[in-house]
Structure formats: C-alpha cells, structure tokens
C-alpha cells in the first residue's frame, strides 16, 4: 500500500467519532501535563497503561500521541508567560518568549510558538507519512545481526549523549539491562535472577519502573528540597495576533526548526533538547536583529517550538518502522505495543494497517486541535500552576499506585516501587541520565534475542556481528561513538595535566 | 552531600556482583543457539562491576556530582530530612497497608504524607481531600475495568 492510500484510509479511521474523542482526550490531557511540573508525557501513558487494555489499541495509540504532541504545546506555554519550562525540550523557548511577555508581547510569542509548532508538526507528520513506509520496507531485509547492531547503536548514543558524565550513562543502562534479564528465559525456559520470588517469573513490569524512577523519585526529590516561588503572570497586553512583522520573522524560523528537529528526534538519543539547541544558535547567528536576542526575539522562540515538536515527530519514525525506541516516551509507546500484543516493525505496516495510518492520520487531526486549543486557551492553562504544591504531588503519587497496584495486584510490585523510588532520587541527586534505565530494560531483551538469533545462523562465530554492511557499518559507528569522545578527552586532560607536571619538577 | 560518595560505586559493584554470581549458576553456552541464558545475565553483571570500579575511580579523582534540577526545587537544594522523610514513608506505606486495608484507606495516608512532606499543616483537610480522592480514583478506575481491589479487602467488602 503506497503512502497517499494508506493515508486516506487513516482518515477514515482517524476521523471516527469516537476515534476523534480519544483524540481530543490525548491532546488535552497534554497540554495538561505540558504545563504541570512533575509529571510528563512519558509518565501520562505509563500511568494510563492499565486503563488501555479495556479500550481498542487503535484508540488508544491516537490518545497517546496527543499526549505527546500536547506536551510540547503545554510547556512552551508556561515557558512563555512564566518563565518556567515544563518539559526539557522548551527550556530555550522561555530565554526568549518570557522576555517577550514581560515587553508585553507574550501574545505574540505565544503565536508564533502554537503556529510554528502546528506548521512543525504538519511537516514532521508529513515526514512520517512519506518516510515510514519505505524504512519498514528496508527493515525486511534486515538480518538479526543488523537488528543487533541497530541496538547496540542505540544503547551506546542514549549513554553517552544523556547526562553529563558516561560513566554514569552507562551504569544507567547496565542497570535497566539487569532489570530486563529477570525473569523466565524464553528460550530454555529457566528462571534468571528471580530469587525464588514467582511474581518476578514474568520479568519487571516496564510500567513500575518507569512511574517509580519519575513520579517517586521525583516526588522524593521535590519533597526534599522544596522551594516554591508563586507563579508570576505576565499580563497578555499588546494584541493577540502577530504583526505582519512578525509573520516574516517568523516563518523561516519556523522550517529551519522543522528541519533540525525532525531527523534528530528520529535519531537515536536524539531528543528535543538538541536540536532546540541548535535551533536557537543558528536563529541567534542568522537574525537581522542580533541586537534583540536575550532581550525578547521573535525567532528565538519561533526556531525551538518548531524544533521540539518536529522532533516528537521525529521519535515515531523508528519506534513504528523498526520498534527502536530512542527516548523514555518511546520506550513506553513501545512498552504500550508489546501489552496489545503488537510488535511495532515492518510487519506492522501489514498487519494493523488500520492502526498504523490512523495514527498517522490523527496526528494531523491532533495538530489542528492543539492549535485550537492551545491558541485562545493559553491563559487558562498556565492557570494550573496555581493548583497548590502539596495536593499536585500527592495526587500524582495516587496516580501512581493505580499504575502499580492495577498492573497484577502484587506486593512485589509495591516493595518495587518503594526501592525503584528511592534510586530515582539518589539518581537525580548524583545526577545520573533516567532515560537509559528504560532503554536498557526493553531494548535489553529484544538485543538479547537478536543477538542469540545471529549467533545461531553464525553457527556461534562471533564475526556474524560484523557479516553484514549495514551490520559493520554500524558496529564502526558504535565503537566511534565510544572511542572519539574518551580520546577527545584524553587529549583535553592531558593539555591540563601538562603544565601542573612540568609546574611539579 | 558527601563530598566522595563512593558508596554509590560500591552500590554497583554489588548489584553487579550479585547478578553475576546469580547468572554463574545458569548455563552459559548450549548446544543449539551458542549462547545459553547465563550468558547476557553474566556478561551485565561483569559491566556492572567494572562500571562500579570506574566510578570509584572517578570519585578519588573528585569528579563533581552537581543535583540535576528540577522544577519547584529551591535555588539553594538546601535538604530537609524531615520532608524527605515523610515523602519517603508515603512510597513505602502501600508495602504495610495495601493487602489488609485496600486501596482507599492507603491512599489516603499516601495523600496525607505526600502533602505533609509538602508542608501543608492542614491536617483534617488533607484527610477530606485525600480520602474524597482516593474514592473517586477507585470507583473511577473500577468502572474503567482497572483492578483495585475491595473497598476493604479485611473486612471482606
């Protein structure tokens, strides 16, 4: 089924009343989420995991990516009128956009960011639209060696670009894959590391790992070192609409964003931080109005938005097309696969083409509705940061326990709560990546699998890793990802130690 | 926070060392696919250890450990242990509670405790909003097909 019939009868699946509903609860819940501290879009679907296997798979995927597409217009709405981001990827939207608010052009900069984000959401569907079909199709000829290495890849970027020291990446992601080797071996059939404990036989549940690493610990770590300034709301004065001004500064931003966003976010480890980043440098470098940035440019606020949502895009390209996950929010999705029994890859495409094109499909729908909601409503929304401290927490730690409890009832789950929780904020207090721990823990699996699988049709040569071009192409790249950056390092030290021996004799 | 803490390496270490000595007991290689199941479970354990010995390494070389940030954390991360505390007994309270008294009455102590820890010195509100909360959560969730349990699992309800 080629790209533009496939989309069409996405539509028709998208555009289903019900399927609209589940839609609009996706996106609002979103925005929602976008907004609140604490809790995220990886955290949302974690918690609405349970609740899932009662609603159609297709239903719920089309609510889970509003959630995530919503989150990204949530957080630059706050990161706009009050300087306080609520998710990573809108950090650099709040340098600009709330200098802009307190000029009294936030309703402006909150334009240019919900249009840019629509027109960058547009594309980066677009993208997958056309982009998609053909990798699944590639992914066909992929041997488990080069499934292997396409995993190997991933857990060496996520560790390495995660974070600030590899060291501790690493220990992030051997933990998770520790936790993933638990329970039956699906080949032989013998128990591993389940210490005799029968709720452990089915392995750790993705879902209490993750809603323990983020809601717990973060709660621990809030809880301890909690500081509260009351929200400052910058009044929305100055017209609602852009000026035509505006409109021309804007929408080269705009696409320029689109296009660093999207082929990053599908990258593994490629996040919305980077390219939001990088957005911002090259606007700032770019802009006929160096003068204005630091204190309120429009294409500062423009160029981030439109890169943090083309990268939310960007992540759905190989979680559908090759079932990579390459953050916690697709780590989840894909832990969201798996419950309905899907495994998300070529086969996919097939399978449930229903599924996949409205997805797609709703993703357009999606876009149009945060618009909509996000355009007239900002000034409601940022009204949930006044919802009070104490009661926000212990609502999400309630939110919590119907994950836990409601996954299998187990008290091992609970005991798993507590202890995950308590890692949680030793992490954030050492500052140890989150991410790879659940990359780690699903992705170790799959690798593990594949790995087996090669070694087998290698009759046990260990070359088979290698046997492939894609494989040793990706392979090569994993070690340089591994090596460059200790070398470059190594070199950097020892310019610094040089002077201090010399200075020593 | 202590200035080297290398218990955190030696966390690691004996996580990864309890891995490794539980994967030792399988099979490492079989017949069939090369690689048996002890195999994986050996080969993290190992890279745990070694991980562990390379932070330990770091921390006596005085690599810094700078908190990450988060949103409502104080400039200062200054830590409170009696918050801190009582966030911690809410995340282990279901452990004691959740098999005996059911999902309503924990999670209501789970409220009280998180909005305490919060600094809310409301007390009887908390217990209102907590356990008005928690019903509509479990009557909610219920009619959602999501199992909670009874209302009081002790008393058979």
Redo the contacts between chains.
Sequence with gaps: MDAITGLMNGFSVALQPQNLFWAFVGTFMGTAIGVL??IGPALTIALLL??T??IEPTAAFIMFAGILYGAMYGGSTTSILLN?P?ESGAMMTALEGNKMARQGRGAAALCTAAIGSFVAGTIGTLGITFLAPPIAELAFIFKPQDYFALMLLAFLSVSVVMG??K??G??AL??G??LG?VGI?K??G?Q??T?GVPDLMDGVEMTVVLVSLFA?G???????????QKPNLNPLAGGIWMTKEDWKRSWKPWLRGTLFGFPIGALPAGGAEIPTFLSYTVERSLTKHPEEFGHGAIEGVAGPEAANNAAAAGILVPLLTLGLPTSATAAILLAAFQNYGLQPGPLLFINSADLVWGLIASLYVGNLMLLVLNLPLAGLWVRLLFI????L???I???S??GI??VS?S?VD??M??GV??LGY?M????FPIAPVLIGLIL?PMA?VQ???A??VG??DPMVFVSTPLSAVLVAVSALILIVPALLQWRRTRKIDMPDETAGV | MTERPYWLAAGTVGWGAIVFWKAAELPQFDQYAHVGPGFMPSAVGLGLVVLGLLLALQIYRGVPFEEQGAEDVGEDHKVNYMALGLAAAASALPMLTMKPLGFVITCTGCFVLVAAAFKSRRWHLDLVLGLGFSLLCWWLFRRLGVQLGGLLPMMGV
Excluded: C, H, K
Aim: net charge positive; aromatic share 18%.
């Design positions: 501290p604490g349970p609740v296997v009662y306080t609520g600030t020291s060291v501790r690493f220990i051997f933990l894959l520790s080797v071996d080949q032989t013998l591993r590391l210490f717990i973060e709660t621990l770590y809030v809880a301890s070192r909690f500081g509260f009070p401290r104490p009661y927490y212990a609502g730690l309630i939110f326990l119907v409890w409601g009832n008290w609970l005991a709560m507590a929780g308590v030793t954030r207090v050492y500052d170790g593990e790995m087996r699988r070694l087998a009759q046990g």
